[in-house]
T-cell receptor, first 111, second 115 residues
Framework: TQLLEQSPQFLSIQEGENLTVYCNSS?????LQWYRQEPGEGPVLLVTVVTGGEVKKLKRLTFQFGDARKDSSLHITAAQPGDTGLYLC???????????FGQGTILTVHP | DAGITQSPRHKVTETGTPVTLRCHQT?????MYWYRQDPGHGLRLIHYSYGVKDTDKGEVSDGYSVSRSKTEDFLLTLESATSSQTSVYFC??????????????FGEGSRLTVL
């Protein structure tokens, strides 16, 4: 079983603070995706990273794929209450034909 | 938003009864998936389909069966529901296979409670 460990599981911060969520594994992934999920809804894709060392920015969100393609991070600058939600990373294994999800990080941003 | 409809959205049933969840898409995507979401476990794949009548097992397939007789419909059946199957079930679709960096589009989920 290829595990994806996300940390922290819970994050409660004040508006304006910065935060980083980590996604780690001992397995190598062909690509890694980050999804965001709001209560009562399904996850929505934020980004896909494919190349080791790749950095992608989406407004205040910065995503990085580790050089060895075993880990990833999501950094949010100046968090806002609208960023509140469940963040999920998902790693794809081409050889196994699988997409493995992490347990998720519940982010709460207080006004 | 991708056209994915799950039904029912909420269901309460008793142990031992059969349950069928339906996923309907209007996107004509080839791939369809059923996931379950439980606290501390993220999303786990139950079954998936790569075409009409073409299905395969995921990591937590025991106690579940699926059918896909049309491109747009993917049914998940619990033949005899158990309390361990209490969960939120998500249907997802993708245009290309997930290992080809295909984006998953999710439905809104079906909350199932087995008493």
């Amino acid at each position: 079983t290829q595990l994806l460990e996300q940390s922290p599981q819970f994050l409660s911060i004040q508006e304006g603070e910065n935060l980083t969520v980590y996604c780690n594994s001992s397995s190598v992934f062909s690509s890694l995706q980050w999804y965001r999920q709001e209560p009562g809804e399904g996850p929505v894709l934020l980004v896909t990273v494919v190349t080791g060392g790749e950095v992608k920015k989406l407004k205040r969100l910065t995503f990085q794929f580790g050089d060895a393609r075993k880990d990833s991070s999501l950094h949010i600058t100046a968090a806002q209450p609208g960023d509140t939600g469940l963040y999920l990373c998902a790693g794809a294994h081409t050889s196994y034909g699988k997409l493995t999800f992490g347990q998720g990080t519940i982010l709460t941003v207080h006004p | 938003d991708a056209g994915i409809t799950q039904s029912p959205r909420h269901k309460v049933t008793e142990t031992g009864t059969p349950v069928t969840l339906r996923c309907h898409q209007t996107e004509n995507h080839r791939y369809m998936y059923w996931y379950r979401q439980d606290p501390g476990h993220g999303l786990r794949l139950i079954h998936y389909s790569y075409g009409v009548k073409d299905t395969d097992k995921g990591e937590v397939s025991d106690g579940y069966s699926v059918s896909r007789s049309k491109t747009e419909d993917f049914l998940l059946t619990l033949e005899s529901a158990t309390s361990s199957q209490t969960s939120v079930y998500f249907c997802a679709i993708s245009e290309v296979g997930i290992t080809n960096t295909g984006e998953l589009f999710f439905g809104e989920g079906s909350r199932l409670t087995v008493l």
